[in-house]
């Protein structure tokens, strides 16, 4: 049965690979977004296919969720370094735009909210702790992932006093094509293509979870399709360190690259976090399709093509 889904901040990365899936198999699909239609260009081969709505999270009225069943919000305020230099833009993009759709949908008792939460409202939880279940302590570290946090209980809030169907997505980095350039892996691979060195930031022994695109839209291609609400981590289900990473994409790309160290940013020296991803497997039936490797080589022949 074709599907009524409205995709808020939809023109970005993880936006423009959800509209491919949906659009492929049939669903009607409807995006908001700040950026204008003309420079919406990662969805430039699908515009003719989907509704579009120029138009912030904190101004959609009740009117643009008509006939929706399911609403994808993946609007944010997602660098970091912007979140430490201008905290005050970073909370009020962040929270206010949810909450003002949280309150459109109490309305609309039938309507799941998808929302995209994200690792770095753990922080750095202690060793013994793992990797990371979801009822685990948030213990944000900077701005950003304050304001994701804030958001991510703003959710939790609004499901359990309004009865309301919504999941919580806390995912892992994500990486493969059509994402930022100055992402760590494209960072990396754009070094590596060049035979530049590959800057890395302390010793390189900090260590994280990631994942690819293609394996966060088959999860929330799942949490639509079953009757699950609730919260879940999205990842690899491991860590890996970034000297590892850059390790990696130089066996990959067949690359000259040297590896250049840099000093430490703040709050990394001795960071480890990895996800576990039970509780998605068990109830989602997640597991990621397209491992590390195979995804930063799908990222390396998109930034060839590039």
């Not at 109830?283 to 491992?291: F, R």
Request: hydrophobic share 40%; charged share 25%.
């Amino acid at each position: 049965m074709v599907q009524n889904y409205f995709i808020a901040g939809g023109s970005g990365f993880v936006g423009s690979h959800l509209v491919e899936q949906l659009i492929a198999r049939g669903d009607k699909v409807t995006v908001a977004d700040l950026v204008p239609l003309e420079s919406a260009i990662k969805l430039s081969p699908y515009i003719d296919k989907i509704s579009y709505k120029w138009k912030s999270a904190s101004d959609l009225e009740r009117k643009d969720f008509e006939d929706i069943d399911h609403v994808i919000y993946l609007a944010a305020q997602a660098d970091v370094p912007l979140a430490l230099s201008s905290p005050r833009y970073t909370f009020d993009v962040n929270i206010m735009g949810l909450v003002n759709v949280l309150e459109v949908l109490r309305s609309k008792p039938n309507t799941k909210l998808i929302y995209m939460s994200t690792k770095n409202v753990y922080g750095t939880p202690p060793p013994d702790r793992i990797p990371i279940v979801e009822d685990e302590t948030l213990r944000p570290t900077d701005p950003y992932g304050a304001s994701k946090a804030a958001a991510d209980l703003a959710c939790q809030s609004y499901a359990r006093a309004y009865n309301m169907p919504i999941v919580v997505f806390r995912s892992a980095g994500v990486f493969g094509p059509r994402s930022r350039l100055n992402q760590v892996i494209p960072t990396f691979i754009r070094q590596a293509l060049n035979n530049k060195p590959i800057t890395v930031q302390g010793d390189g022994s900090q260590s994280t979870d990631y994942n690819y695109v293609g394996n966060l839209v088959d999860a929330i291609m799942s949490a639509t399709e079953k009757e699950v609400s609730g919260i879940y981590n999205i990842a690899y289900g491991q860590d890996i360190s970034i000297l590892k990473i850059a390790q990696l994409v130089m066996e990959i790309t067949g690359s000259e690259s040297s590896v250049e160290y840099a000093p430490w940013r703040p709050g990394e020296k001795g960071l480890r976090l990895a996800l576990s991803i039970e509780k998605a497997k068990r109830e989602l039936h997640y597991s990621p399709k397209v491992n590390l490797r195979e995804g930063i080589q799908r990222t390396v022949e998109w930034l060839k093509e590039k």
